[in-house]
C-alpha cells in the first residue's frame, strides 16, 4: 500500500479525490479496461456487485474480503468514470481499497485487483491549551468532589480517561481510581469546559467503596493532576502543551454553606459600587456563575453583573443602575455547592444521627442587607 | 419513510431533518417510536425508524466482532467508532445501535440497524418523521436572573426508559450534584420539568445523599424502578411514591463494592419469576430476582467485619442475594423477544460482540 496521498494507479484503475454535488467522493477511471467486458451500462446495481469499497484497515484484518461489510455509499458512472459517494465523509488519515471483482465471464481463476488510496490527514499546528484549572486554590479539602477544566477552544470528546490522572506530589505515585470513569464525559454546551468527577462512592460516608478503600485523596499529602496533551481539540488535533496543578490535600469539610457567616460589604445608594460578599470557604466556581443574584427593596430581581473572586472565596456585584435605599436580598440558591458537594440545604453525605445535619431544606437561602447613606 | 411517519402523526411526529448533533441513550416507546438521548444538541428525539416488520418469532442476533464490522460499514478505523447503547425493536426484534463516527466536528451520529442475519444498516437521520423535547432546567426559560447567568449547564442522559406514557429520563448535570429524575409525557407537550424529582437515598441507615443515577430498569409490570448510581449501591423506588416537585425517597437494597461501575440493568422472565441482570465494568454479571428485592429490607448494619477486623476488606455482597454469571465483558443489554436476552460484550483484547442468550440458560 503506497503512503503517498492523492491519485493511485493498479494495472489499469486509477482512483483521485474529487467533488460531487459539494461532496469528496473517490472518482474511478479506467473501471471499464479493468474488467474482461463492460458491465452493460450504468446500473448501480450491477456495479457495486463488481466493485466494493472497503476501509483498508478492514481489507488487512485478516478476514475474508467477502464477509467484511463495504463502506455504505453509492457508486454513479459518468461518463467514463466511475464515482463513489459515501455515506458518511471520508475520514482525514484514512485509507481506503477498491476490491475491482472479475466479470462473471472471467472465469474463476481471474484475479481482484485491488488499489488503495490515503486520504490526507489535517497537519496543522496544534493551537488548543489549558487555560484554567479549578478549584483555583491552593488547598483542597481530602473530600474534594470536582474538577472544572477549562480549554482555550472547542474541544473534542472521548479521550480523558486516557490523558487525565492524578499523582501524588511526593513520590510521584499515581493515585488510582480518583475519578468516576468518564463515560460518558461531561462538557458545557460550547464543549470548552470539562466536569470531572471525583469518585463519590469513595467520598461518601457509610458507602463500601469509602470504608475499603477510603477517600481518593490522602490528606497530608499534596498530588498533581496532570493533563496530557494527546486530548483533542473539535478539529482533531492534539494540545498545543500539556498542563498541570499542583494541590495540598486539607481536613475533610462536611457541613452546610453558611451565608450567615459571609462578610459583606455593602454600598451606598446611589452608587455603582459593587456589593462584595466574602465566603467562609471557597465555593464551587461553575455554580458560583449562576447561583447567588441580588433582590432589590421591591422584591424584584436587581439587573447587573455577578462575578467570582480569585480562588472562589468571594463574589461580587456590580448594577446596571445606582444602588436603590433600603433592604435588599442575596438569594443564595439550593443548588451553590463548596467544593466537597455540601449545599446551604443539606451536608453531601447527611449523618441522619447528627442533630446539626438536619433534614435537607427545600428554600433558596436568603441574606439581607441595608443599602443606607453613610 | 414519509407514509410511515405518516401514520405516527396521532404521536405527534412531522417529517423533517431533526439536526441530531450526537447520539446517546436509546429507549423505545409506543408504536416502535426510537428515543434517542443527543446530549450534545441538548434534546431527546422521538423518531421514525421505518421498521414496520414483524417478527413473530425468535430470531437471535449474533454478531462478532461487531465493531470491525462497524467501521467497515462507516468508512472509518476502529478508533473512530464508539457504540454508545443497544436497544431492541419491539415489533421487528431488530437490534438498534447509537453509534458516534469520529469525535469534534468531524463527529457524525449514527442508529445502525442489525437484523438477525446480522446485517448492517442505518437510519436515515435527515427527513423522517420525529418529535423532540428539550433537555433544559425549565427554570432557566425567562429567568429575570439571565444577566448574573452563562448558560454552561448541561445535563448528559445516561439511560432512558419509557414507562406508561411517561419517557423516563436519568442524567448528570455537569455542575450540580445532585439525583434528578426526569418524566417527559409523551407525545411531548413541551413541558419537561413539571414531573422531575429529586431522589435521596440512604446508606446502612444512617446517612442520606443524592447522587446521579447512571442507569435504570423498570419492572413488575412498571410499578418498581432499580436504580444503580455514580456512587455504586443498587436502589428500589416504588412509581407511585412519585409525586411532582417532591424529594423522593428510595430503598439501598445492595452494594456493588468498591472500584465497580453498574453499566446497565435489564429484566427477563425465567418461568413464572422475573429476574434482573445487573452489568457491570468491573465485577461479573449479576442475576437477582425481583421477589428478593421486595423481601430485601432497606441496608441498615454494615458488615460486622468491618468493626471487629478493619483490616478485613468488605465482601461487597452487601444486601440483596445475587447470583454471579459467567457472560464476559457485557457492557449493554437488551431484552430480545421475551425468551432471549441480548449482550453486547467487550472481550480482553477490547473486540466488541453482539450476543444472544436464551433466558432457560441465565
Not at chain 1, 441580588?294 to 448594577?319: A, C, R, Y
Not at chain 2, 434534546?43 to 421514525?48: H, L, P, Q, S
Not at chain 2, 418498581?224 to 423506588?237: K, R, W
Amino acid at each position: 500500500m503506497s503512503q503517498v496521498p492523492g491519485e493511485e494507479t493498479s494495472a489499469a484503475i486509477n482512483l483521485a479525490w474529487c467533488e460531487r454535488n459539494g461532496k469528496v467522493a473517490l472518482k474511478i477511471d479506467g473501471w471499464d479496461r479493468a474488467v474482461p467486458a463492460d458491465l452493460g451500462g450504468p446500473d448501480a446495481g450491477d456495479i457495486s456487485r463488481r466493485f466494493a469499497l472497503l476501509t483498508t484497515e478492514a481489507l488487512e484484518s485478516g478476514r475474508d474480503v467477502n464477509s467484511v461489510p463495504p463502506i455504505a455509499g453509492r457508486f454513479e458512472v459518468s461518463g467514463d468514470a466511475l464515482f463513489f459517494i459515501p455515506r458518511f465523509p471520508f475520514v482525514a488519515g484514512a485509507s481506503y481499497s477498491l476490491v475491482a471483482r472479475p466479470h462473471p465471464d472471467a472465469g474463476a481463476d481471474a484475479a481482484s485487483p485491488i488499489v488503495h488510496i490515503w486520504r490526507p490527514a489535517d497537519e496543522a499546528e496544534p493551537t488548543a491549551f489549558v487555560a484554567c484549572i479549578y478549584p483555583d486554590v491552593a488547598v483542597v479539602p481530602v473530600n474534594l468532589l470536582k474538577f472544572y477544566l477549562q480549554f482555550s477552544e472547542p474541544m473534542s470528546e472521548g479521550r480523558a480517561q486516557r490523558a487525565i490522572r492524578v499523582c501524588r506530589d511526593d513520590t510521584g505515585e499515581p493515585l488510582e481510581g480518583v475519578f468516576v470513569p468518564m463515560d460518558p464525559e461531561l462538557w458545557d454546551p460550547t464543549r470548552q469546559r470539562m466536569t470531572l468527577l471525583l469518585d463519590p462512592a469513595r467520598i461518601k460516608h457509610g458507602l463500601v467503596p469509602n470504608m475499603e478503600a477510603g477517600y481518593p485523596l490522602i490528606e497530608g499529602v499534596p498530588f498533581r493532576l496532570f493533563i496530557d496533551p494527546s486530548l483533542r481539540d473539535s478539529r482533531g488535533r492534539p494540545l498545543r502543551a500539556g498542563a498541570e496543578r499542583r494541590y495540598d490535600v486539607g481536613p475533610e469539610v462536611r457541613e452546610r454553606i453558611d451565608p450567615r457567616k459571609w462578610r459583606l460589604t455593602v454600598p451606598a445608594p446611589g452608587s455603582l459600587d459593587p456589593l462584595q460578599v466574602e465566603f467562609e470557604r471557597p465555593l464551587d466556581y461553575a455554580l458560583l456563575q449562576r447561583c447567588l443574584w441580588v433582590n432589590g427593596p421591591l422584591g424584584t430581581v436587581v439587573d447587573g453583573h455577578g462575578k467570582s473572586g480569585p480562588g472562589e472565596g468571594s463574589w461580587s456585584f456590580t448594577p446596571a443602575e445606582p444602588w436603590l435605599a433600603g433592604t435588599h436580598q442575596l438569594v443564595v440558591d439550593r443548588q451553590l455547592e463548596d467544593l466537597s458537594g455540601n449545599s446551604p440545604v443539606r451536608v453531601f453525605d447527611r449523618d441522619m444521627t447528627e442533630p446539626d445535619d438536619g433534614p435537607p431544606l427545600t428554600d433558596n437561602v436568603v441574606v439581607d442587607f441595608l443599602c443606607e447613606s453613610g | 419513510m414519509v407514509d410511515q411517519a405518516t401514520t405516527l402523526e396521532h404521536l405527534g411526529l412531522a417529517v423533517g431533518s431533526p439536526g441530531i448533533r450526537s447520539v446517546g441513550p436509546l429507549a423505545f416507546g409506543p408504536e416502535g417510536v426510537l428515543f434517542v438521548g443527543d446530549n450534545v444538541g441538548a434534546a431527546i428525539y422521538a423518531i421514525d425508524v421505518g421498521d414496520s416488520e414483524t417478527s413473530g418469532q425468535a430470531r437471535a442476533i449474533d454478531l462478532d466482532n461487531l465493531d470491525s464490522s462497524l467501521a467497515a460499514y462507516l468508512g472509518c478505523t476502529r478508533e473512530d467508532v464508539e457504540i454508545r447503547d443497544l436497544a431492541v425493536h419491539p415489533g421487528s426484534n431488530n437490534a438498534y445501535l447509537s453509534v458516534m463516527r469520529g469525535s469534534g466536528d468531524a463527529a457524525v451520529p449514527v442508529i445502525v440497524r442489525i437484523d438477525a442475519s446480522g446485517a448492517i444498516s442505518d437510519v436515515a437521520l435527515d427527513e423522517i418523521g420525529f418529535s423532540k423535547s428539550e433537555i433544559e432546567d425549565a427554570a432557566d426559560e425567562d429567568d429575570p436572573r439571565e444577566v448574573t447567568r452563562v448558560k454552561l449547564r448541561t445535563v448528559t442522559v445516561t439511560d432512558m426508559s419509557y414507562v406508561d406514557g411517561l419517557l423516563v429520563v436519568a442524567g448528570t448535570s455537569n455542575e450540580e450534584f445532585s439525583s434528578t429524575l426526569r418524566r417527559i409525557r409523551f407525545p411531548f407537550t413541551g413541558d419537561t420539568n413539571a414531573n422531575s424529582l429529586e431522589i435521596f437515598h440512604v446508606s446502612h441507615g444512617r446517612y442520606e445523599t443524592a447522587a446521579p443515577i447512571r442507569a435504570f430498569v423498570p419492572y413488575q409490570g412498571n410499578n418498581s424502578i432499580l436504580a444503580s448510581y455514580t456512587c455504586t449501591p443498587v436502589v428500589q423506588f416504588t412509581v407511585s411514591d412519585f409525586a411532582p416537585g417532591e424529594l423522593a425517597h428510595g430503598k439501598t437494597v445492595a452494594e456493588l463494592g468498591a472500584h465497580n461501575r453498574p453499566l446497565d440493568l435489564v429484566s427477563y422472565e425465567q418461568g413464572d419469576e422475573e429476574y434482573l441482570l445487573v452489568a457491570n465494568d468491573r465485577h461479573p454479571l449479576i442475576k437477582i430476582a425481583c421477589v428478593d428485592i421486595d423481601q430485601q429490607g432497606p441496608l441498615t448494619v454494615p458488615d460486622d467485619s468491618l468493626d471487629s477486623s478493619p483490616a478485613d476488606p468488605v465482601t461487597p455482597g452487601v444486601g440483596v442475594p445475587r447470583q454471579l454469571l459467567p457472560h464476559e465483558g457485557v457492557r449493554r443489554m437488551a431484552n430480545l423477544d421475551g425468551d432471549n436476552v441480548l449482550m453486547l460484550q467487550q472481550d480482553p483484547e477490547g473486540n466488541i460482540h453482539l450476543h444472544t442468550y436464551d433466558v432457560g440458560d441465565l
